[in-house]
């Protein structure tokens, strides 16, 4: 149980000046054949030119992504180049219905002969944005300021390891996408989302050597965390596995259904394929004795035993099937059922369990002390 009073995180505070606050480049838009954008007094930088241009009052500037209509495909240049930004005196530059902050970029994407298009945007007007798509605006401040020291963490994390804040060659740091996580735009940010962005501003969570942790979360656990080698095989430092029953009576229902005996067979094929260089011989599958403690199944086809992880299972045969790593595999004949509970990968910050938490009353700290109890929280800037 978690108890008041557990939190044991460090501040630390230097007496030195902090960071300036970082920006982050967000990729908002893949494969686009033309882009058009509009604001007001709009400043445009057309980079391969080396020019600048300034317009007075409201402008809509139109590219054209597609090659064939300008140039041919063979003066298209071979790698992704930042073609042009745009930016507005007033802070917003709409791009179809969407207005952002910050600066809108335009990459070309050769291979597709088409354009991408980038939100360079500051660190904590990203965060008063996603909250509203990786939480929900209106959810209690607490577990918004929970999500954002996550988030920002995450976005730190991948600032730092990409090559560093200022490095002009990286085009973008993460993706607004569940690949990363999914940003919006000026239209979702709310009284409660400035609130949880400036009441953590330029905190993040550290790993017990210091070092900047990439701090993931996910919707719902469903009765635990998984550790980040549970789920995708890399160690990363001050993971634990924790019971979370604050998601239980929220959001997707266990569920519950029968796997047919030769379609797991397929699954497990490709599975070995992929993540084992291994393959089944035979098609005698036994499965054996399964527990929501394994993160892998076990199962002899034929004479030979395979371990299995779970995610790898997840990851091909798709959240809809395996909404998420916490389930339970057993086997009666010839058929095969799947008991689970939760929604995404399950590591890090329980999205569902944290709105719990922050009705009942805890604090953001209390909330990240509970499901990231290793690490510690830090003012990068
Ligand atoms: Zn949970």
Not at 159 to 188: A, R, W
Request: hydrophobic letters at 35%; charged letters at 20%; aromatic letters at 10%.
């Amino acid at each position: 149980m978690l108890k008041t009073g557990s939190c044991f995180f460090l501040l630390l505070f230097s007496a030195s000046s902090y960071a300036a606050v970082p920006s982050v480049k967000v990729l908002i838009a893949k494969s686009l054949k033309r882009v058009v954008v509009e604001g007001m007094d709009l400043e445009k930088t057309i980079h391969t030119q080396h020019k600048k241009q300034q317009y007075s009052g409201r402008k809509t500037i139109a590219f054209n992504c597609n090659p064939s209509a300008s140039k041919t495909k063979s003066q298209m240049p071979k790698n992704p180049l930042l073609v042009a930004s745009l930016s507005s005196p007033t802070g917003l530059v709409s791009w179809g219905k969407h207005k952002y902050q910050g600066e809108l970029q335009l990459l070309t994407n050769p291979g597709q002969e088409s354009c991408d298009l980038v939100n360079l945007i500051p660190m904590e007007n990203y965060i008063t944005t996603l909250l509203s798509k990786e939480m929900n605006g209106t959810w209690p401040v607490e577990a918004l300021k929970a999500q954002a020291v996550a988030a920002r963490t995450y976005a730190y994390d991948r600032i730092k390891k990409g090559m560093g804040f200022d490095n002009p060659d990286k085009l973008y740091h993460l993706e607004s996408s569940e690949k990363d996580q999914v940003s919006g735009t000026f239209h979702d940010i709310t009284q409660k989302t400035l609130q949880a962005s400036r009441e953590t501003s330029g905190m993040i969570l550290v790993g017990p050597s210091g070092k900047i942790a990439p701090a993931f979360f996910h919707s719902k656990c469903g009765g635990k965390t998984f550790r980040p080698d549970q789920v995708w095989g890399g160690v990363e430092e001050g993971y634990r596995s924790v019971n979370c029953t604050f998601c239980q009576k929220t959001g997707m229902k266990d569920w519950n259904y029968q796997i047919k005996g030769q379609k797991l067979t397929s699954m497990v094929d490709q599975v070995l394929k992929r993540y084992y260089a291994d393959e089944i011989q035979g098609t005698d599958v036994k499965l054996m004795p399964d527990s929501l403690a394994n993160s892998e199944l076990r199962m002899y086809v034929g004479d030979r035993l395979h371990i299995i992880k779970k995610s790898y299972l997840r990851n091909l045969a798709g959240r809809e099937l395996l909404p998420s790593n916490n389930f339970i595999m057993s086997m009666k004949n010839n058929e095969f059922m799947v008991k689970g509970q939760g929604y995404g990968h399950g590591v890090g910050l329980c999205q569902l369990g944290a709105l719990e938490l922050a009705k009942r009353g805890y604090d953001y700290r209390q909330i990240l002390s509970f499901y990231f109890p290793r690490h510690q929280l830090k003012k990068a800037y």
